[in-house]
T-cell receptor, first 116, second 112 residues
Framework: DVKVTQSSRYLVKRTGEKVFLECVQDMDHENMFWYRQDPGLGLRLIYFSYDVKMKEKGDIPEGYSVSREKKERFSLILESASTNQTSMYLC???????????????FGPGTRLTVT | GESVGLHLPTLSVQEGDNSIINCAYSNSASDYFIWYKQESGKGPQFIIDIRSNMDKRQGQRVTVLLNKTVKHLSLQIAATQPGDSAVYFCAERAGNNRKLIWGLGTSLAVNP
C-alpha cells in the first residue's frame, strides 16, 4: 500500500513565524502536491512538483514556497505565517507508471494548522 | 437520494438505499474524471475514475456515469452503508495538464 505521511496532525504557530510542513511518500512517485482545504472551498492546489528540484505553482501559491531535495520528500514553507493561512493542509503523491490516465493521487492524513 | 454538487450540499439517505451524487464540470476539454471519498479526519481516497471516451464505468457497489453533452458526472452508490458517510469530491483533468480541477464536494450522511 502507498503511504503518504505528514509530519504533524495538528500545529499551532504565531503570526510571523516561519512554518515547515513535511510530507514523505514511500512509493517512489514522481509527482507530489500540496493542497489546502477550507470549508466550502474544496481542495485548492498550492504547489506541485513533478521531479526532484522541480516545482510548479498551483492556483494559490502566494505566501508559500516549497522544497523538493529528495524524491520522497516534499516540504511546504510558510515564510511568515498569517492568520489567513489557518487551514487544513493536505499532501498527495502520484506515480506515472500507469501512463497519462493514471491520475490517482494518494493523500496523507492532513495537517491542521492554526495561526494565532 | 440525489444531489447536485459544487456548493457542498448534504445528501441524506437511508441505509440500504441507493445514493446518487452529481457533479457538473465546466471544461469541455476535460478528458479524465475521478471521484474521491473523504472521511472525517482523513485525506481523500480514490474511489473510481473514467475517461472521456466512456460513458459508464462500474466498480464494487459504485458506478460512475459521464454525460459529455451536458458536462455532467455522477457517482452512484448501491445499497448505501453507514461506512459510506463522507464528503465526496469529483475532479477533472483537462488534456495534458498535470493538475486536477476539484469540485467543492458533497456530504453524504447515511441514516441507520
Amino acid at each position: 500500500d502507498v503511504k503518504v505521511t505528514q509530519s504533524s496532525r495538528y500545529l499551532v504557530k504565531r503570526t510571523g513565524e516561519k512554518v515547515f510542513l513535511e510530507c514523505v511518500q514511500d512509493m517512489d512517485h514522481e509527482n507530489m502536491f500540496w493542497y489546502r482545504q477550507d470549508p466550502g472551498l474544496g481542495l485548492r492546489l498550492i504547489y506541485f512538483s513533478y521531479d526532484v528540484k522541480m516545482k510548479e505553482k498551483g492556483d494559490i501559491p502566494e505566501g508559500y514556497s516549497v522544497s523538493r531535495e529528495k524524491k520522497e520528500r516534499f516540504s511546504l514553507i510558510l515564510e511568515s505565517a498569517s492568520t489567513n493561512q489557518t487551514s487544513m493542509y493536505l499532501c498527495a503523491s502520484r506515480g506515472t507508471s500507469g501512463g497519462a490516465y493514471a491520475y490517482e493521487q494518494y493523500f496523507g492524513p492532513g495537517t491542521r494548522l492554526t495561526v494565532t | 437520494g440525489e444531489s447536485v454538487g459544487l456548493h457542498l450540499p448534504t445528501l441524506s439517505v437511508q441505509e440500504g438505499d441507493n445514493s446518487i451524487i452529481n457533479c457538473a464540470y465546466s471544461n469541455s476539454a476535460s478528458d479524465y474524471f475521478i471521484w474521491y471519498k473523504q472521511e472525517s479526519g482523513k485525506g481523500p481516497q480514490f474511489i473510481i475514475d473514467i475517461r472521456s471516451n466512456m460513458d459508464k464505468r462500474q466498480g464494487q457497489r459504485v458506478t460512475v456515469l459521464l454525460n459529455k453533452t451536458v458536462k455532467h458526472l455522477s457517482l452512484q452508490i448501491a445499497a448505501t452503508q453507514p461506512g459510506d458517510s463522507a464528503v465526496y469530491f469529483c475532479a477533472e483533468r483537462a488534456g495534458n495538464n498535470r493538475k486536477l480541477i476539484w469540485g467543492l464536494g458533497t456530504s453524504l450522511a447515511v441514516n441507520p
